[in-house]
């Protein structure tokens, strides 16, 4: 058999090469915890040699010093593993693993953002018309039922409205910068369970309406066929903003119909006004995706006003005062005082988004909520405190 070759220590610079020191008696490499052993690098200058290695029966006295420190790591045992906070003997790399989300969490989180439920603004815009109905209608607090069933009938018709409309879209929802994340347009959720959701929705709210008079179920019908064919419209016309307002303002009618048993002619004024609010505050919308909707060919109120967007929305708000003040129906200074807040607040909405840029105009929508409050309060505090009639 060939001899096994003998390394040869290199020269350290510091010091001569002598005789090397002789590895311990019963020297037993250390444990790592796991069973295995290290392979310790003992490093002086130039010098590389492992422990338990046919080397180290020649270690330069240069490398005594760490020699000795392989000596009293024998005589002290195994090395154990490292302690770590909520570790096991196995070393368990739990600290860097994503937890597992049960699939079932995982689809009704994506369920959760189709009826942009973490995004109540589209609510609140559809709540404060249909509160202003429901006061108007009972001349200040509404019975408790009803103000229940439309206060959840506003959220579940509002969630139908916004699957819908994605389900309408999502040729178009991809290639726009605001709405490309959204669960149909990224595939996440598939056509046939965004129609199932939405008829879920609207059944659930249909149910709600059952428990009011014969009047106000026949008025939901035509609530349902507004709601399901307005995400069509943008396709054919440059109108649907005015459709919006048109069928996401129909709660007023119904409210009117579900506290009186009819609909009077100021319950049909707060409907047009209401329609002027909407077609305005969602134009603000539109002109955030105006580009975008430009390259894919949608169509929207931002495009068809072009340039004179702000005339227009001065126009329609205008408008829409107009039409609060018409129907006042004998309001006191409380109503007209939250009439003028809402008129500051619609100034401040040109202020922040005169220069058209997408974020202001973005804020310049979301800050109609306030709009919408601001008069709610004014009718509210009217019925509530004013002089009766």
Not at 20 to 32: L, M
Not at 277 to 291: E, G, K, L
Not at 338 to 348: D, H, I, K, M, Q
Request: charged share 15%.
């Amino acid at each position: 058999m060939r001899p096994r070759a003998s390394i040869k220590p290199l020269p350290c610079p510091a010091q001569p090469v002598g005789t090397g020191v002789a590895r311990p008696e019963g020297f037993e490499p250390p444990t790592n915890g796991f069973g295995s052993h290290y392979s310790i690098r003992l490093s002086y200058g130039r010098l590389a040699v492992n422990p338990g290695s046919a080397a180290s029966s020649a270690i330069p006295r240069g490398a005594g010093i760490l020699a000795a420190n392989a000596r009293s790591r024998a005589a002290a045992g195994p090395v154990e593993a490292p302690a770590y906070p909520n570790s096991n003997p196995q070393m368990s790399y739990e600290r860097f693993e994503v937890p597992i989300v049960p699939a079932w969490k995982s689809r009704l989180s994506l369920y959760w953002q189709l009826v942009r439920g973490d995004r109540p603004i589209g609510w609140l815009l559809l709540l404060w018309p249909t509160w202003w109905g429901l006061w108007l209608a009972a001349d200040g607090m509404p019975p408790l039922w009803p103000l229940v069933v439309f206060t959840l009938g506003v959220w579940l018709t509002r969630s139908a409205g916004c699957v819908i409309n994605d389900y309408a879209d999502r040729w178009l929802d991809p290639h726009v910068e605001r709405t490309k994340e959204r669960p149909l347009a990224t595939g996440a959720v598939r056509g046939r369970e965004a129609l199932a959701l939405f008829a879920v929705l609207m059944l659930v709210a249909f149910a709600l309406v059952l428990t009011l008079n014969r009047l106000t179920v026949y008025l939901s019908f035509v609530g349902v066929l507004l709601a399901a064919s307005y995400p069509y419209l943008k396709r054919y016309t440059y109108l649907p903003q005015v459709y919006l307002g048109v069928a996401f303002g129909w709660g007023i009618p119904m409210a009117f119909a579900a506290v009186r048993g009819e609909v009077p002619p100021l319950a049909w004024l707060l409907y047009v006004a209401n329609i002027l609010w909407s077609t305005a505050y969602d134009t603000w919308y539109a002109m955030v995706d105006r580009d975008d909707d430009l390259r894919m060919g949608s169509k929207s109120t931002a495009i068809l006003f072009g340039d004179l967007d702000l005339v227009a929305l001065g126009v329609l708000y205008t408008m829409f005062f107009v039409a609060l003040a018409g129907q006042r129906a004998g309001l006191g200074p409380y109503y007209w005082a939250g009439v003028g807040v809402g008129v500051l607040l619609v100034a401040y909405e040109f202020v922040i988004a005169r220069g058209r840029q997408r974020e202001a105009c973005f804020r310049a929508f979301l800050h109609n909520h306030w709009v919408g409050l601001a008069v709610f309060a004014g009718i509210a505090a009217d019925l509530a405190l004013g002089p009766a009639t």
